[in-house]
């Protein structure tokens, strides 16, 4: 599950590991729970992976009755369900959220002998110069600095790391987006929805121009950058440092060339989420047969 290199010897200490902020830890069966996951796809909103869930049941025919579809854990921050081979789980907003996330959850897989896992981060974001409802699907993920780099700071020292995408898996999700609006390229990945994504509507007097924020968001087209969220930094960057494969798709809500608002209604947001949702299960209907 995890290459040797970035494997966590300290973990062999432990006479049992509380993941606590999934509600799981190593006296449940994770094998029988969790053994044979090939896929976990993750997205920020609870509701969002649980209408996830039903919709691979259905579309993907893994004939689970409804009403077990269910939480597996505790859901006071994240909510998971598991339907066959696959795990959705909810995420919560920003890096931090995402990073606890992907620790807790890889453990749980890998207590339960996972051994080749892919992962899937199924977005929302502002797009540039994209209509709103394409699917963006992430190559490599640039931080505010508009650097390829996840940085930490970790014990009073900064490290960096680098944050590509699997650009297979990249490849294969757009191959997979059939008669869905999509578009391949670069991804800012911010650590605040108003002021890092430079938005104009925040509490607070933002310190930039409506000019400065399009000049911005030119240089970001100008470098191939398609969409602005704010968890795939962290995401690449641990999958990568981990090697777990990793891809990242993300429904535009927004073209940041014409402004700020989310202002469409729940019906068409839904439908947004819903092409991005989409095009990941028609990759996922080329793999679990
Ligand atoms: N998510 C973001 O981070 N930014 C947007 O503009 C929309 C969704």
Redesign the pocket.
């Known amino acids: 599950m995890i290459k040797p290199e970035q494997q966590n010897t300290h973990l062999t200490e432990l006479t049992m590991d509380t993941l606590y902020h999934l509600g799981l830890d190593t006296a449940m069966d994770l094998k029988g729970i969790f053994g044979d996951t090939k896929y976990v796809c993750m997205s920020g909103s609870a509701e969002r992976v649980e209408d996830f869930a039903h919709q691979c049941n259905t579309e993907l025919g893994l004939g689970i009755a409804d009403a077990d579809i269910v939480p597996i854990g505790k859901t006071e921050r994240y909510s998971l369900y598991k339907i066959g081979p696959i795990i959705a789980v909810s995420h919560g907003m920003g890096m931090p959220s995402i990073q606890i996330l992907l620790h807790e959850l890889t453990k749980a897989l890998m207590y339960a002998g996972c051994e080749q896992v892919a992962y899937i981060r199924i ?4 797009g540039i110069d994209l209509a709103p409802g394409t699917v963006a699907i992430t190559t490599q993920s640039i931080n505010g600095k508009l650097q390829a780099e996840f940085v930490q700071d970790v014990l009073g020292h900064t490290r960096t790391w680098p944050t590509e995408f699997d650009p297979e898996l990249a490849q294969q999700l757009y191959d997979a987006r059939e008669n869905l609006p999509a578009a391949m390229g670069k991804t800012l990945s ?1 650590n605040d ?1 108003y002021e890092e ?1 430079g ?1 104009l509507d925040g509490a607070l007097a933002p310190g930039y121009t409506k000019e400065d924020v399009h000049t911005f968001t030119e240089t970001l087209r100008d470098m191939g950058v398609i969409n ?3 968890e795939s930094l962290a995401f690449a960057a641990f999958c990568l440092r981990a090697g777990i494969p990793a891809g990242m798709v993300s429904a535009t ?2 073209d ?1 060339f014409q402004g ?1 608002q ?1 202002d469409f209604s729940k019906q068409e947001l839904m439908t947004f989420s819903r092409n991005a949702q989409q095009l990941v299960i028609n990759f996922l209907r080329t793999k679990i047969v």
């Open positions: 977005g929302t974001s502002g911010t929805f994504e938005h602005i969220e704010m809500l927004t940041r700020d989310i």
